[in-house]
């Protein structure tokens, strides 16, 4: 049993759904969670994505063998990020993975926008407007991870030297780079 923690329309459910795997998942965006469960809908599986806040989810303790957060915690100040992650091992079985990205501080857009908080600035424009984005580097990671056992972290840059970047983004950056993790529930 898996779970998409920050679901947004579904993608990684329905990817869960597709290879056997039972999925849920949860998401602020009571539309996006709305067009996953059309999604879901339309593949004919169960319409398991829930609106509501990674610091308060309604699962069971210990109901999930696998989580996904694919580009979610680093839109999170420290305190929602640390209550969500204490919530994500609550849900998680001992021993279950859990793959997660977070944008790494060798971004082009570290320090764009206002900063609230060590290392997390405000952004300004775009369809993020006003998220908050907070960059990580290896020790912040070991870090804010502590409660779980890391097994890999592995760094992607994508450099862009002429247009506009291909990572979905509205804006054009230099270097996107992001760390994908993989680490174990204790």
Known sequence: VGVDFGCGKGRHIVTMREHGIEGFGIDLSEVGVKQANQWLDHLNFPKTATAGSLTDMPYDNNQFDLGICHGVLDHMTS????????????????????????????????????????????????????????????????????????????????????????????????????????????
């Open 79 to 186: 305190s929602i990020r640390a209550a969500s992650l204490s919530e994500i091992q609550r849900t998680l079985k001992p021993g279950a993975k859990l793959l997660l990205s977070l944008i790494s501080e060798n971004d082009s857009a570290l320090g764009e926008g206002e900063e609230i908080e060590y290392k997390t600035w405000l952004i300004t424009d775009g369809y993020e407007k006003d998220l908050p984005q907070a960059f990580f580097d290896q020790a912040r990671i070991q870090n804010e991870l502590k409660h779980f056992n890391i097994i890999a972290v592995t760094e992607v840059l994508n450099q862009t030297h002429k247009g506009r970047s291909l990572i979905g983004t509205d804006k054009h950056y230099a270097c996107d780079a992001r760390y994908y993790i993989t680490a174990e529930s204790r």
